[in-house]
């Protein structure tokens, strides 16, 4: 699932070529895509449309449009969002939906999920959309200090689920919780609020450095994640722990575990990622 570095990637992947483009029409070839609106009236409202941004919350891109229309894109399990430069290319399967600009490129959301969705809101009003309405700190903005994060994990639940609960951290998923707490050396299923300052220190530096290390390298490429322009990350070339149990740990050499944390396959170094839940300090 794309994760925040691999939705900053398409986000800066796409700005350049859309920014400035008009939207002559669209077409929603799975009316599910649009959980808060019809197609005829959504294709309606963003005809003629200036893309004039392209942001980022967490895993939302938004298209900040003219006359105060934000376009929001969830990409979910397995959304891309590609542009073509034009139109004459064959169109892939499940395919979304479509956005066709004036200048005869256009913009593709592919999915094979189909678990993504597309809202159509005002101007930074984003009630209707549960997940970005309620979106924690954002960890590459200025306001994320290391205070934020602790108070964010002061709970009794296992540090990997805290990681992955947007409500207090934006833009974590399953591969960037269990690298962040490999490289803070921190076990994934302590509690959160059991973390001493100091490991809410490193976990805080390791955030903001794995997030930006991926973001460098396009984010990590599995399976169907794809840039704006369809390229593949190269992250996964960099794991340490996700998807790498039986491998020698690349700090100590111990082989990396997988155990369940808050339902999910979840990787570490049992050496480098201590915890002795008897041992109180
Ligand atoms: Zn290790």
């Known amino acids: ?152 994990v002061q709970s009794m639940r296992a540090i990997k689920a805290v990681l992955l609960d947007q409500t207090k951290i934006a833009g974590l998923g399953n591969i960037y919780a269990d690298e962040v707490l490999h490289r803070a050396g921190i076990h994934p299923l302590k509690p959160g609020c059991l973390l001493t300052e100091s490991e809410i220190k490193i976990l805080h530096k390791s955030i903001v450095s794995v997030l930006n290390e991926a973001i460098a390298c396009h984010g990590t490429t599995i399976r169907d994640y794809r840039t704006g322009s369809g390229d593949t990350g190269n992250f996964q070339n960099q794991l340490q722990v996700y998807r790498q149990t039986g491998k020698p740990c690349g700090k100590c050499g111990v082989l990396i575990e997988r155990i369940k944390a808050g339902g999910r396959s979840t990787h570490f170094c049992p050496r480098c990622q201590r915890w002795d839940p008897e041992c109180t300090d």
């Open 1 to 152: 699932m794309p994760e925040l570095p691999e939705v900053e990637t398409v986000r800066r992947t796409l700005e350049p070529v859309v920014v400035g483009q008009t939207i002559e029409r669209c077409e929603i070839y799975y009316e599910r895509v649009l959980p808060h609106a019809r197609s005829s009236e959504f294709c309606g409202s963003v005809a003629n449309r200036t893309i004039t941004g392209v942001g980022r919350r967490g895993k939302y891109l938004i298209f900040a449009l003219d006359r105060e229309l934000d376009l929001v894109v969830h990409l979910r399990m397995t959304g891309q969002l590609i542009y073509q430069p034009t139109r004459e290319l064959p169109l892939p399967k499940h395919v979304s939906a479509r956005f066709w600009f004036l200048d005869n490129g256009e913009l593709r959301f592919v999915d094979q999920r189909k678990f993504g969705t597309i809202y159509l809101v005002a101007r930074d009003d984003y009630s209707e959309i549960h997940g970005l309405y309620t979106l924690g700190p954002e960890p590459l903005s200025s306001e994320f200090i290391w205070k934020v994060l602790a108070a964010g």
